[in-house]
């Protein structure tokens, strides 16, 4: 007789729009201009649509530290501040990536979805600043990500 798992035991089906806003993610990606998907870092600030609305967060960080005025459009943290970033990272405001929920569901089943953790304490006071600095985006764009973040 097949004897089923009980109820308490059963995988319960992964659901992206578990992922809180703020979270820091790991994902293979590829960005139109790459040759093959590279394992990219990203900040969820949401969830639309089938979507996660996920910022670009790069280790690419020379740009942000030679210029001030682009430094006061990204949110910025030192390497290992925080456990998530090893190296010096630039959370950039003006790249906001939209990643399917499919293709989060089809990494976690791969395993190549990492959900490193939630940034806390001052992150939505800096994002709020960094969204209000930047000089990359353009006012609809800055309107958006203050509705998609409720600011």
């Not at 900040?43 to 005025?69: E, M, P, R, W």
């Not at 790249?95 to 293709?103: D, E, L, Q, R, W």
């Not at 939630?118 to 709020?128: I, K, P, Q, T, Y």
Request: proline fraction near 6%; glycine fraction near 4%.
């Amino acid at each position: 007789m097949l004897r089923l798992a009980s109820p308490s035991l059963r995988l319960t089906p992964f659901n992206p729009s578990s992922i809180a806003p703020y979270t820091v993610i790991a994902l293979p990606w590829k960005f139109q201009d790459d040759l093959y998907a590279e394992r990219k870092l990203f900040v969820v600030i949401g969830h639309q649509n089938g979507f996660a609305l996920c910022l670009k967060a790069t280790s690419q960080t020379n740009i942000y530290k030679n210029n001030k005025d682009a430094m006061a459009g990204v949110v910025f943290y030192h390497a290992d501040t925080l456990p998530c970033f090893p190296e010096d990272t630039a959370i950039q405001v003006d790249n906001c990536v939209p990643i399917p929920h499919s293709t989060l569901i089809d990494e976690k089943n791969r395993l190549r979805l990492e959900v490193r953790q939630v940034l806390a304490g001052d992150f939505e006071n800096n994002l709020r600043n960094a969204i209000a600095n930047s000089v990359m985006l353009d006012d609809r764009k800055r309107t958006r990500l203050n509705q998609i973040l409720g600011f």
